[in-house]
């Protein structure tokens, strides 16, 4: 498999990506994603070493970084930090220098401070890839959702296409990759969530390049009409963010996804959620587990689309 040439070090945000890196990124995925269902073995981080480094929680993204990477050869460790000298107060940047001391030349790595791989990968040597930082930025997940939305999607493309994001917006990393993904792609993308979760969001619709389609609601109704894509969001209730903000029950009320209520979007609605999903909240169990669902095959889809990441960026540091 040839991996094309890539500019980048490390993959900090999906806002550094232009239109042709997605469709580069997207295209080896693809690749990816047939090598692994034919089983073809494949070798492209062989003597690598990848190190996941979580200060938060985490099934998916961190389970399927190790599977990508064992998938193309790496050597994989995983840092428990409620394990590691991290308890002992030691800071990220000697964690960071440390692993790499150990041979760490992907450093894979979750933080609740928002910058923090900002500030890894100004002393790493090697590679460090944002597997989601505070309320900033979770690339990846992007990525594997304008992959499974293009695998599903008419015409394999988002263009055009309206895609309501829906949910807890003020405390979403998920939103903020996403809307530079999905604008770069050219879909439409409509932001909706009670007004105390959009805070902010109505100056990003005016900030972003002329040629991106971006618009804010908290009229769920309205958003949701001829829909070709709903994404909710988790309410974040771990990340407290003060008062102002709705309570679950006022949420799921005005809010919360419903069979009835998508049947504002067009028949053929994609549902999608970055997981994990508080069923009865932002979404009904009914609609999580439909047949709109593509909850599962976003899941299934990190591991070709963090294969692909990985690969370039090896490509991109060698
Ligand atoms: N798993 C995603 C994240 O880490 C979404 C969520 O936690 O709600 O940001």
Known sequence: MDVPAWPHRHLLDADGLSRDELETVMSLAEQMAEARASREPLALLRGRQLTTLFYEASTRTRVSFEVAARALGAEVDTVSVSLSSVTKGES???TVRTLEALGTDLLVMRHSRSGAPYLAARHARGSIVNAGDGWHAHPTQALLDLFTLRRRLPGRSVAGRRIVIVGDLLRSRVARSNIWTLTAAGANVVLCAPRALLAGFESWAGALPPDRQLSVT???ESALRGADAVMALRIQR????GSGLPSVADYVAGYGLSASRL???KPEV??????PV????EVTAEVANGASSLILEQVANGVPVRMAVLALLARGAA
């Open 92 to 94: 990220l940047v000697d």
């Open 218 to 220: 908290d009229d769920l």
């Open 238 to 241: 771990e990340r407290d963010a």
């Open 263 to 265: 049947r504002e979007a």
């Open 270 to 275: 994609l549902l999608m959620h970055p997981g």
């Open 278 to 281: 508080n069923e009865g909240v």
